[in-house]
Structures are given as structure tokens and as C-alpha cells.
């Protein structure tokens, strides 16, 4: 199991938005290194969905429930990959938080701040858990089967990220 973080603009769509959905295609993306970082994602994956734009802000864990393909919708070569909504963290982690943590100092969020898909390793993803009100969750309290198919949105949002 491999850990990302997402971001997308929440006036775009948002965790709430995914919550309310179910699950959703995740597309839009068309930055080389961000593709490359979706085409990568396996089902099981987990990702901390951040809320860019004016909230700056992580504030949930969501979880990759297919395989990447091409996105059929898209003439620009980008991919899509399924999503669904975990949990909500206990307390949203601001930006100015992960920045202040020398502990996440190498996140590539941090250091490739334009890209809307970028891996996690598991310290990190514990540290900003912790940051969220709670500890690195084991696999059984994520894989809790919240969201399903015959809830899936037939068209998925475009361009949830900054690329």
C-alpha cells in the first residue's frame, strides 16, 4: 500500500462533494509529474485529500478503489483513477502546520507546491495524522467499505487540481 496526497480546489470539488458522491473518477490532472504520480496509484492506496485555494488545508483521508486508465473524456492524455471517501480527520492540518514540522520539511508538496498528486511516505503520512488528531490508523480502520459503485457519479468532475 502506497500513500498520496490529492489536492483540490473545494469551490471544485471537495471532500464534502466526495462524501456526498460516494466516489468519483479523479481526473483532470495533465502536469507530467502528477500524471505519472496518478498512473502509479493501485487500489487499497491511501490519500490525504487537501483543500488548496484559500483553505490550505488537509482535511481527510480518502482511498484509491481502481486501477488507473486512460481517461476517455479527456483529448490531452490524461488518466483517471476512482476514488472514495474514508473519515474526516478529527482537526484539519493547515499548510502553515506541515511548512513549521521539520519532520515533513522534505514532502514534495512542499518543494513542488503546483502539482496536485504527490507520493507520501509512511512517516510522513503518520506525522500528519498525528497532526489531525489521531494515530496512523491500521489498515482495518480505513478499509471500512464506506462508499459504493451505485453511488458513483456518471460524469466525474474536471480539473480538480492546480495541474
Not at 489536492?7 to 507530467?32: C, F, I, M, Q
Not at 485529500?49 to 482511498?63: D, I, L, N
Request: hydrophobic content about 35%.
Amino acid at each position: 500500500m502506497a500513500y498520496w496526497l490529492v489536492k483540490s480546489e473545494p469551490g471544485e470539488y471537495s471532500y464534502a462533494d466526495l462524501e456526498r458522491d460516494g466516489a468519483t473518477g479523479w481526473s483532470g490532472v495533465h502536469n507530467a509529474v502528477a500524471l505519472r504520480h496518478l498512473q502509479a496509484m493501485r487500489a487499497g492506496d491511501r490519500l490525504l485529500f487537501y483543500h488548496s485555494g484559500a483553505e490550505r488545508t488537509v482535511v481527510a483521508v480518502a482511498r484509491v478503489a481502481g486501477t488507473p486508465r486512460p481517461d476517455p473524456s479527456d483529448d490531452r492524455g490524461s488518466w483517471t483513477v476512482e476514488v472514495r471517501p474514508d473519515h474526516r480527520l478529527p482537526r484539519s492540518v493547515p499548510l502553515a502546520t506541515l511548512k513549521e514540522d521539520p519532520a515533513l520539511s522534505e514532502l514534495p508538496m512542499l518543494r513542488m507546491t503546483r502539482l496536485s498528486v504527490v507520493p507520501v511516505t509512511t512517516p510522513q503520512w503518520s506525522r500528519i495524522l498525528a497532526h489531525g488528531g489521531e494515530r496512523a490508523a491500521s489498515p482495518a480502520r480505513h478499509g471500512n467499505g464506506r462508499g459504493s459503485r451505485s453511488s458513483q457519479r456518471a460524469a466525474a468532475p474536471r480539473n480538480r487540481g492546480a495541474t
